[in-house]
């Protein structure tokens, strides 16, 4: 009698199926991470807005020239806690902006001499700060 032997060159269909499930299971762990990407480039990009977003209302702010008659209730200011605070809406959120009314460098007793006043630009959505800055602007008398 003849002995019958076993082909051993191909793959039987429990392995090809064990492949296809671990496969499946890798790709599976690969297409989570995708969706939490997405997530974080979204609040990246959004974070870059506001913040380039404050920078150029605080360059307009440095660039303008002031005086302490600026800062009144008829240009949108309220005064708080020994600042003046003015809040406007924007694409991004509420703008917030707090002048502080006791200079950071007074001005002389010359004509003409400006005073330096910390500024403080924040841009809020939700009640949650999403990106603030710092400076000071010129301000006459």
């Given at each position: 009698?003849?002995?019958?032997?076993?082909?051993?060159?191909?793959?039987?269909?429990?392995?090809?199926?064990?492949?296809?499930?671990?496969?499946?299971?890798?790709?599976?762990?690969?297409?989570?991470?995708?969706?939490?990407?997405?997530?974080?480039?979204?609040?990246?990009?959004?974070?870059?807005?506001?913040?380039?977003?404050?920078?150029?209302?605080?360059?307009?702010?440095r660039n303008s020239s002031y005086s302490l008659n600026d800062f009144t209730s008829e240009n949108g200011y309220i005064e708080k806690n020994e600042a003046w605070i003015r809040t406007e809406k924007s694409e991004l959120g509420e703008v917030k902006y707090r002048v502080e009314k006791q200079a950071a460098l007074p001005a002389g007793d010359s004509e003409g001499e400006l005073s330096l006043h910390e500024i403080n630009i924040s841009i809020q959505k939700d009640s949650k700060v999403i990106s603030e800055t710092f400076g000071y602007i010129e301000v006459g008398k």
């Open positions: 009698m003849r002995s019958q032997k076993l082909n051993e060159r191909g793959m039987t269909l429990v392995e090809i199926l064990a492949a296809l499930v671990i496969l499946g299971i890798v790709f599976v762990g690969f297409m989570t991470v995708f969706p939490q990407m997405t997530n974080f480039n979204e609040k990246t990009e959004s974070k870059l807005s506001a913040m380039n977003e404050v920078r150029v209302l605080l360059d307009n702010y």
